[in-house]
């Protein structure tokens, strides 16, 4: 069982921050004085910084778990992952450093730490995993980022779940601060160790500091096929203050269409492939 850890591992970490699926399109913004938020764009900032943050995490501590021992590499010239293992390794510390400062994808610049701690329980043929992460003086581009989030992992032959549990904060040179509170739930269900579908939930809200609220809640679990780029099916709510939008990924079909219901009750089928990126995840 053992050799079934690694290849979750960037799917765990993957968990912590899936909250992207957002509803902050300003022309959806007519529901009165009180519905339109005007920090829509910081919004998107925050998908930026996560995502960024999810990839990096998910490539560090995959390329830190195959080693033993201590392990350190430099990343692109900038960065730097040092991980070491307990002697038995049931767990052990990962660490990103990007030092003062650090240009990664897509010209983010990034400064501080992630870091990152976890821990095996072997039981049997099952497995639990814990997984703690905090940022340390983190900043992306011109936000201070700081939270932790927690994730405990139950792997048997049946399959995997992932609870998650993130408090994440953000916060901008005039004042404006915001936080995101998380809670997501993932099912993996495997035949012969092979990986065929999963089931996401996730549900949060970020709140800002001036009142604006965006909330994100999974009224159908999604399901993910390993054959399919997008959800074949699963219901998305998102809110942005008294503005709801509905995501419905269809009723099984591996396609890239989801049908999208406004505040208002109209319906529009999207193509995820040539959709805005506020639309995919």
């Known amino acids: 069982m053992k050799n079934k850890i690694i290849p979750f591992v960037s799917l765990i970490i993957a968990t912590a921050f899936l909250f992207s699926c957002s509803s902050d399109d300003d022309g959806d913004n007519d529901g009165?004085?009180?519905?339109?938020?005007?920090?829509?764009?910081?919004?998107?900032?925050?998908?930026?910084?996560?995502?960024?943050?999810?990839?990096?995490?998910?490539?560090?501590?995959?390329?830190g778990m195959r080693s033993s021992g201590k392990f350190s590499q430099k990343m692109s010239d900038c960065y730097t992952i040092n991980q070491e293992l307990n002697e038995?390794?049931?767990?052990?510390?990962?660490?990103?450093?990007?030092?003062d400062g650090c240009e990664v994808e897509e010209g983010d610049v990034i400064?501080?730490?992630?870091?990152?701690?976890?821990?095996?329980?072997?039981?049997?043929?099952?497995?639990?995993i814990t997984s703690d992460q905090t940022m340390e003086n983190l900043v992306f581009n011109d936000m201070t980022v700081n939270g932790t989030t927690k994730l405990i992992i139950s792997?048997?032959?049946?399959?995997?779940?992932?609870?998650?549990?993130?408090?994440?904060?953000?916060?901008?040179?005039?004042?404006?601060?915001a936080t995101i509170e998380?809670?997501?739930?993932?099912?993996?269900?495997?035949?012969?160790?092979?990986?065929?579908?999963?089931?996401?939930?996730?549900?949060?809200?970020?709140?800002?500091?001036?009142?604006?609220?965006?909330?994100f809640t999974t009224t159908t679990p999604l399901r993910i096929e390993d054959n399919c780029?997008?959800?074949?099916?699963?219901?998305i709510k998102n809110t942005e203050n008294t503005v709801t939008k509905t995501l419905d990924f269809g009723n099984g079909e591996c396609?890239?269409?989801?049908?999208?219901?406004d505040a208002e009750g109209n319906t529009t089928n999207v193509n995820l492939e040539t959709a805005d990126d506020d639309l995919i995840f």
């Open 182 to 215: 998380e809670t997501g739930k993932n099912e993996f269900f495997t035949n012969n160790d092979t990986f065929e579908f999963y089931s996401l939930s996730t549900n949060g809200s970020a709140k800002f500091s001036n009142g604006d609220l965006f909330s």
């Open 229 to 235: 780029e997008y959800p074949v099916s699963g219901i």
């Open 255 to 261: 396609d890239s269409i989801v049908t999208v219901t």
């Open 155 to 177: 792997i048997t032959e049946q399959g995997e779940i992932i609870n998650t549990t993130s408090n994440i904060g953000f916060a901008w040179a005039d004042g404006l601060t």
């Open 32 to 63: 009165g004085i009180n519905a339109e938020a005007s920090t829509s764009k910081q919004y998107k900032s925050l998908e930026a910084a996560t995502d960024q943050i999810n990839d990096l995490t998910s490539g560090a501590i995959n390329t």
């Open 111 to 128: 400064s501080g730490k992630i870091l990152m701690s976890f821990s095996f329980d072997f039981n049997g043929e099952n497995i639990s």
């Open 88 to 99: 038995d390794q049931t767990g052990g510390t990962v660490t990103i450093d990007f030092g």
